[in-house]
């Protein structure tokens, strides 16, 4: 006979307590604590029971005995383990494969996660309609008919793609295994119940439940399963962060939607890199994968503005060029504005003052203004030579030329710090057709300039860029 109690989960740990309590006892989060029914069965309080004297073996220092382990997993030495190589679903999106590490990994699980609107469900709709494989499309949120809407707007093969609309885990389960799909996508996780919970969908006992059964069917099978997460206004997904624990990779779809464009970060990869991304942009058809990301950024750039500067910055582990915006001008109400887009608004504070302490340019009572084109959000460290390069041109009135790209770090005592993988970023702008890069003079160590067909100029100090450019 099944047993009912009262228990109060943590919306952000996943923790469980007897009571409800303003703070939660495990992550130490306020007003996190829900109250929900726990239905357990005589045999899963039995099997809570059962201990270490249960098995057949007595334990360390002890001769008590019990029945037989039964056939299962062994302990096995490591150097007997043979590894095999994994043979990966390489999917038509070449931004996901190089996001997951090369392809889909068979039996694995990938957690989707993003704002509402941002693209989650085209993407992995579109992923389904191409990939040439037999794909069940299970949502929770939307009927077939939308679905299909949807679908003949994208374009694609129709025939290998099943939809199920179904939020039942039982019957999802049991449908999946009659399909034998070879990839299975779950639209998504909140909505999803399973009858072994008394409670309602999206509530952490729910997720947790549904997502440790879609765990052991994904092993068990080797289908790999992608799941669509919904996120809290906080930006962090929602439901426990057991959640996060349980899945193989962790991605984050990531973008303004004033803009074109979309980020697919990697958060967690059991089966890759965690510094690779992937780049789109959003069309009337569909999401468009975007080779080669730096000609799209640039392509708007007039050569007669001052103001402007190109930064050769590192996205992951993807080289880029992006156009840095800076506008100076005279504060009308006396009190000067500071405003950033796309930048840490302190961080610029500190390279005002950086310059105007070192390069000798007052700008206390100057507006400044300061965008990253294209929507994007930048915390590359060298962005902090162009952001500068771009302020002192606005400030100047002066034009810097087209063909040069920076590439520093700026420190408080005004010098210009070495940055991390400097060889892709000029290789980078070489290859955009760039004349002239200026990095910071500690780079230089083990860098040939002659392998480059772009000029490699060294500077040390926030004065010495100035000079370079403007004296």
Not at 27 to 53: G, P, Q
Not at 145 to 158: E, F, H, N, T, Y
Not at 410 to 425: C, F, H
């Amino acid at each position: 006979m099944a047993k009912t109690k009262i228990a109060f989960f943590c919306r952000s740990c996943g923790a469980e307590s007897p009571k409800w309590m303003g703070q939660c006892p495990s992550c130490r989060e306020w007003n996190t604590l829900i109250e929900e029914k726990v239905v357990k069965t005589k045999n899963e309080r039995l099997d809570n029971k059962t201990d270490w004297r249960s098995v057949n073996d007595s334990p360390p220092g002890g001769n008590s005995g019990g029945g037989p382990v039964g056939k299962g997993p062994r302990p096995i030495q490591l150097e007997r383990v043979v590894a095999g190589d994994v043979n990966r679903l390489e999917s038509p999106d070449r931004e996901l494969n190089r996001v997951l590490g090369g392809g889909i990994v068979p039996g694995s699980i990938v957690l989707f996660g993003g704002q509402p609107g941002i693209g989650k469900s085209t993407l992995l709709l579109q992923l389904a309609l191409r990939l040439g494989r037999k794909v069940l499309y299970v949502s929770g949120e939307e009927s077939e008919q939308q679905i299909k809407m949807r679908a003949d707007r994208l374009g694609g093969d129709k025939t290998q793609c099943y939809l199920l609309t179904e939020t039942n885990t039982n019957k999802l389960l049991q449908h999946a295994a009659e399909v034998k799909p070879e990839l299975l996508i779950i639209d998504s996780i909140q909505t999803l119940a399973s009858p072994h919970v008394d409670s309602m969908a999206g509530t952490v006992s729910q997720v947790r439940e549904c997502a440790a059964e879609l765990q052991r069917f994904a092993k068990e099978s080797g289908i790999p399963t992608f799941i669509i997460g919904h996120i809290t206004k906080e930006g962090s997904i929602a439901g426990p962060k057991l959640l996060e624990h349980i899945v193989d990779a962790v991605l984050q779809f990531e973008g303004d939607r004033n803009y074109t464009y979309r980020i697919l970060r990697t958060l967690k990869n059991r089966f890759g890199s965690t510094d690779e991304l992937g780049i789109y942009q959003m069309e009337a058809t569909g999401l468009r994968e975007v080779s080669n990301p730096s000609e799209l950024l640039l392509s708007e750039r007039d050569e007669d503005l001052s103001g402007s500067a190109v930064c050769a910055t590192l996205e992951g582990m993807r080289p880029m060029l992006i156009e840095v915006q800076g506008l100076v001008s005279t504060a009308v109400y006396g009190n000067p504005q500071r405003t950033a887009t796309g930048f840490d608004l302190k961080r610029l504070n500190m390279l005002l003052a950086v310059v105007e302490k070192r390069a000798g340019l007052p700008l206390g009572n100057q507006d400044v203004f300061l965008n990253i084109a294209g929507g994007l959000k930048v915390d590359d460290p060298a962005i902090d030579m162009p952001i500068i390069a771009a302020l002192l041109s606005s400030a100047m009135d002066v034009t810097i030329s087209p063909e040069i790209a920076f590439a520093g770090e700026v420190g408080l005592s005004g010098e210009i710090r070495a940055v991390t993988r400097i060889e892709q970023r000029i290789q980078e702008a070489d290859r955009l057709g760039f004349k002239s890069i200026y990095v910071s003079k500690y780079n230089t160590k083990g860098l040939d300039p002659d392998r480059y067909g772009i000029r490699i100029i060294t500077l040390a100090t926030v004065r010495e860029l100035y000079e370079a450019l403007f004296a």
